[in-house]
């Protein structure tokens, strides 16, 4: 998977990074496309009104995904999708939604079961321990 997106991004807000670079993603580097899906989510947080904004959430979900982030791709492809995406953008974010729903149901919930109200524990069973 190989992704190379520009975006030009200009804000007159005070603090809004402003983005030009592009952003390379190649297959077998994890911590390049864990960065990628990283700065796809802070473009598409950044430039809310560009017009190319679905795009870079569709491939920053994508991205999210191939290195298993479930959370973050959902999160993208939920906002391409609230975008109104084109059509090619639109069917992949739909796609995308479905597929991390299913990886999230299927994510083991790890959860401590709690112990019953009332029950104490006796001092005196416990080896060396003084009643």
């Known amino acids: 998977m190989r992704h ?57 979900g994508e991205v999210a995904l191939f290195v298993a982030d479930a959370d973050r791709a959902l999160k993208l492809f939920q906002k391409a ?11 992949r974010a739909r796609m995308g939604i479905e597929k991390c729903n299913r990886i999230l149901e299927l994510r083991p919930k790890w959860t401590k079961p709690l112990s019953s109200p009332g029950t104490t524990i006796d001092k005196r069973k416990l080896s060396g321990g003084v009643a």
């Open 81 to 91: 999708q609230a975008m109104n995406a084109p059509e090619p953008y639109g069917a």
């Open 4 to 60: 190379f997106f520009s975006v030009s991004c200009r804000s007159d807000q005070a603090g809004v990074p402003k983005y030009g670079r592009v952003l390379e993603c190649k297959p077998g580097s994890s911590d390049m496309n864990t960065e990628a899906a990283v700065e796809y989510e802070r473009l598409v947080d950044a430039c809310p009104d560009d017009p190319l904004v679905s795009r870079a959430a569709v491939q920053g």
